[in-house]
């Protein structure tokens, strides 16, 4: 039989992103509910090093669900990839008997995660805490709504400005190896281009097109790039577009960590509460290492390992989307 769980810890680590304090919120709320000890580890896996861990009660996640960013902190560690680090980490954990953990965040803290539990034997839940999408497993992540909401928001105060001014604008949403962001956002505030590094770029093909619109005077265009393209992010394309239509008149808007930032919006509290819930029911049921994801509608579970190693995988029927209603 599986041991029972009777203490948990719950951190957030990588980079952090909307939602994540409702996952936290719900985490220990359930915890408590089910009699169990509830321990948060500040700044993720740095923390657990540190023996930075105090045990929280329901005050402790009280008027957070609203709030943006994490109040447990987030931070990488490099002392957690080498084997020293993760023997003290668990060292500390041993301390309050904690045998269950939860952790909230992106592929790199579900591979420490996978690695730690493998070494220590102790059961680890991951909850998909970030903006970019990027995780197998699950049809969204935490973070991920607000993100590209804020996105479409900023986008759409540009297109006022380029349409006073005739302007060509090339946006820089987030998403390092996903461009999750860029394709919402850019098929949500009709943009001519969006460039992603799930796909081939065809800068010869934009071009083409951006001249055509210009023959029809349609001097308004905008083009979403995610800042992990493989042409580069928008100072680069930007360049490139100059040069091929200089007459264009071409600016750059780089959204950044705006996008990271911000009250997480109601479908974000509603996953990762979710998530949050059946994150400890999973450990008193006694699974271990898998992600806790939403497909369909439904809660689903997907191993640590697997859901690191297949990325999500964006149809070309989306791009096929975006040159028809662009044109």
């Known amino acids: 039989m599986e041991k029972k769980v009777t203490n948990i810890g719950v951190l957030t680590s990588g980079g952090d992103s909307p939602g994540m304090n409702a996952a936290v919120r719900a985490v220990v709320r359930t915890g408590l509910f089910h009699g169990l000890r509830v321990y948060g580890i500040m700044r993720g896996y740095a923390g657990m090093i540190d023996d930075d861990i105090k045990e929280m009660d329901g005050r402790s996640v009280a008027n957070i669900i609203q709030r943006g960013g994490t109040i447990l902190k987030t931070a990488r560690s490099k002392d957690f990839m080498e084997f020293e680090g993760r023997q003290k980490a668990f060292a500390n954990l041993q301390k309050r008997n904690i045998d269950g953990l939860v952790i909230i965040g992106g592929d790199g803290s579900f591979r420490g995660a996978q690695t730690f539990s493998n070494e220590f034997d102790i059961p680890c839940i991951g909850l998909p805490g970030t ?4 995780i197998s497993g699950s049809d969204t992540t935490i973070g991920f709504d607000t993100a590209v909401n804020t996105a479409v928001q900023a986008i759409d105060k540009i297109r006022d400005t380029m349409d006073a001014h005739d302007r060509l604008f090339i946006v820089e949403v987030m998403g390092r190896d996903a461009g999750y962001i860029a394709l919402h956002s850019g098929i949500a505030t009709g943009a001519e281009n969006i460039l992603i590094p799930e796909t081939k770029t065809d800068m010869a093909g934009m071009i083409e097109s951006l001249t055509e619109k210009e023959k029809r005077k349609k001097l308004v265009n905008l083009i979403v790039v995610a800042e992990g393209d493989e042409f580069g992010g928008a100072a680069e394309v930007a360049k490139y577009v100059k040069e091929k239509l200089p007459t264009a008149d071409v600016r750059v808007c780089v959204l950044g960590h705006i996008q990271r930032g911000g009250s997480p919006t109601c479908e974000d509290r509603l996953v990762a509460s979710h998530m949050g819930y059946y994150a400890v029911e999973s450990l008193i049921m006694g699974r ?8 369909n509608n439904k809660i689903h579970y997907t191993p640590l390992d697997k859901a690191v190693k297949e990325k999500q995988k964006i149809g070309q ?4 989307i975006v040159k028809i209603l662009a044109s």
């Not at 903006?131 to 990027?134: A, E, H, L, N």
């Not at 271990?288 to 497909?295: F, R």
């Not at 029927?317 to 096929?320: C, I, V």
């Open 131 to 134: 903006i970019d999408k990027d």
């Open 288 to 295: 271990k290492n898998m992600m806790v994801g939403v497909i």
């Open 317 to 320: 029927e989306w791009m096929k």
